[in-house]
């Protein structure tokens, strides 16, 4: 079967368990030896090509140019530089700066300034601009949308006249809608999907990369590593909501592709690319080789390559092939599972699986250091 491709990749965050570890325990330098360690891994979990739209630091092209150049041993990568935010943030609250740049936030705003920061990241060697549509803020619940039509058709009419696609993070139905009529061209999560955001990526086109893994993995083995408090049934349901809509909106020819969001505590690098279609398969009622399709096929259009030119096996298309035991068309759990993976090829070349997996011990300052994990009061002490 063709390579997997992972539509939604950090490969530069190193696995961090908080937005404190990612924005404030990673210098530059640090996190380009560490991608450089981790993206070997994919390949060997049968991952040939990846997406990594925002990076740290704007690793993403160095990284992607290190592994063509022969540098680095890994799959074939497109990459953004930093994401754009607006003022209001991110995912990452109020840690993100009113303005300039923090981890792989660049905040931009005003017409002109978007132009600007969209021209340089093109300069600077983006495959794709990344945008988050969507950010939290800390007194209200769920994503709000934190971009206008006028700022996301800015971002969009740059990079396209510069033949260069967007994806943006959107959290909530408003913001899928609206990056949809704004022309963007992949969009990630589309979380609690309703009728018109559906209606408006048929029309515009657009993919999706729904990446439930994060909350799929959070929902179901969360516990099992201290994470999610308690909040399982609500992941799910926001799995289901959106699933059952996204459904719709595949019916309806909208591409949909595989992301796994590999690069956090609950996604480390190499162990969860597959899972995604078996959400796909669970969630959406995908048969195995329509989730298959879209972690291969449909990836095509992440790695920004004409459809049918990888991801499929082929005469002439791109020769990154896995070799499993099982038959993932039966059950595409096999494709998690690496001790099933016999072969991986990489451009036309046998990948060595038997070396031992990478180990490594952690960084100085690497994690975040609490005094303590409770507070030592007097009564506590003489009680
Ligand atoms: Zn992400």
Redesign the pocket.
């Known amino acids: 079967m063709p390579g997997l491709i992972d539509s ?1 990749c ?1 490969i530069t965050f190193g696995e961090p368990s908080s937005n404190d570890e990612l924005f404030f325990h990673r210098p530059q330098s640090t996190s380009m030896l560490v991608a450089a360690f981790n993206v070997p891994k994919l390949l060997r979990a049968g991952v040939t090509g990846f997406l990594d ?2 990076c740290i630091f704007d690793l993403g092209p160095a990284l992607r140019d290190g592994i063509e150049a022969g540098l680095v041993e890994g799959p074939r990568m497109t990459a953004g530089l930093n994401a754009l935010l607006t003022s209001v943030g991110g995912t990452a609250g109020r840690l993100i700066p009113d303005s300039g740049t923090v981890g792989y936030a660049q905040v931009t705003g005003g017409r002109d300034e978007i132009v600007r920061t969209t021209r340089r990241q093109v300069k600077y060697g983006a495959d794709w601009i990344k945008v988050h549509a969507t950010g939290s803020v800390p007194n209200r619940s769920g994503e709000l949308t934190v971009w206008s039509a006028e700022e996301l058709r800015a971002v969009t009419d740059t990079a396209h006249s510069l033949d260069t696609p967007v994806v943006a ?1 959107c959290r909530n139905a408003h913001a899928t809608r609206l990056a949809a009529e704004t022309g963007v061209d992949l969009i ?1 999560h589309a979380s609690f999907l309703d009728e018109p955001a559906v209606e408006a990526l048929v029309a515009s086109g657009a993919a999706v990369a729904p ?1 439930f893994t994060f909350l799929a993995n959070l929902a179901d083995h969360g516990a099992m590593v201290g994470a999610g408090g308690g909040q399982a049934d609500l992941f799910r349901g926001e799995i289901e909501a959106t699933a059952t809509q996204l459904r719709r909106a595949f019916d309806a020819g909208v591409p949909v592709l595989c ?1 796994s ?1 590999s ?1 956090f505590s609950l996604t480390p690098y190499g162990h969860w690319h597959a899972r995604e279609m078996e959400v796909l398969v669970d969630a959406m009622g995908l048969s195995p080789l329509q989730a298959i399709s879209c972690a291969t096929r449909n990836g095509a259009l992440a790695l920004r390559r004409p459809m049918d030119s990888i991801g499929v096996i082929a005469e002439g298309a791109a020769a990154d092939v896995l070799v499993v035991d099982g038959d993932p068309s039966v059950d595409v759990s096999v494709l998690g599972d690496r001790r099933r993976l016999r072969h991986v090829f990489s451009r036309g070349r046998s990948v060595d699986l038997h070396r031992p997996w990478p180990q490594r011990r952690q960084l100085p300052m690497e994690t975040v250091g609490q005094w303590s994990s409770e507070v030592l009061t007097w009564d506590r002490v003489h009680r």
């Open positions: 939604h950090h739209a925002d993070h990630l990446t992301g969001e690069g």
